[in-house]
Structures are given as C-alpha cells and as structure tokens.
C-alpha cells in the first residue's frame, strides 16, 4: 500500500520559513515524478514546484527563487524548503508521485501552511 505522509506545516509570520516533509512507503521516490501542490481556500490546485530526474527542476512563478524541492533517496523523502513566505502562501500543501508507466499517481493527506502576523 502506497502511502505519501505530509509534515512541517504551521503558523509562520511573513518573512519565515518552514520546511515541509513528505515521506513515502510503498513506492521508491527516486523512480516518479516528484511534486509539490497546494490549495487555497477557493481557489484551485495548483502545481508549485517538481522534481523529475535530479537536478531537473521547475516552480511556479510566484514562488520562484524563494522555494526548493529536494529529494533524499536514502530516506525516500522529499521536502520543500520555502523562504520569504507571504501571506499569500496559505493554502493546504500536498505530495503527489506520478509516473507514466507503470501508471502510478498518489496524493498525501495535505499539511496546513498559514503565514499570517
């Protein structure tokens, strides 16, 4: 059974930081696409940062410069760094694992990020 298990979310003040964790079992994270969504209240899922094969990349926009996703194989883990957090950063966070074939999507239970003064 394949299980994707968020932490590191809270209460941060605008200008924090906060690492969130996304921890997997039955599945090896080195072999998916590994991502980071999030969603806010009303608002639509949207992807903010990948990571497909080391060191290839990509983020949102918004979040350019001020995230990082990194992945641990060692500890099939995988994290993501946010610096410079603003108010709009508030949403639920959740890791999601893909791949193509073998066919393979799967979500985490989201973590609750806040960043308010």
């Known amino acids: 059974q394949v299980q994707l298990v968020e932490s590191g979310g809270g209460l941060v003040q605008p200008g924090g930081s906060l690492t969130l964790s996304c921890a997997a079992s039955?599945?090896?994270?080195?072999?998916?696409?590994m991502s980071w969504y999030r969603q806010a209240p009303g608002k639509e899922r949207e992807r903010v940062a990948r990571?497909?094969?080391?060191?290839?990349?990509d983020y949102l926009d918004s979040v350019q410069g001020r995230f990082t996703i990194s992945r641990d194989n060692t500890k099939n883990t995988v994290y993501l760094q946010m610096n410079s957090l603003i108010p709009d950063d508030t949403a639920v966070y959740y890791c999601?694992?893909?791949?193509?074939?073998?066919?393979?999507?799967?979500w985490g239970q989201g973590t609750q990020v806040t960043v308010s003064s």
């Open positions: 999601n694992a893909w791949r193509a074939w073998p066919n393979g999507d799967y």
């Open positions: 039955g599945i090896l994270v080195r072999f998916y696409t």
């Open positions: 990571i497909i094969n080391d060191p290839d990349t």
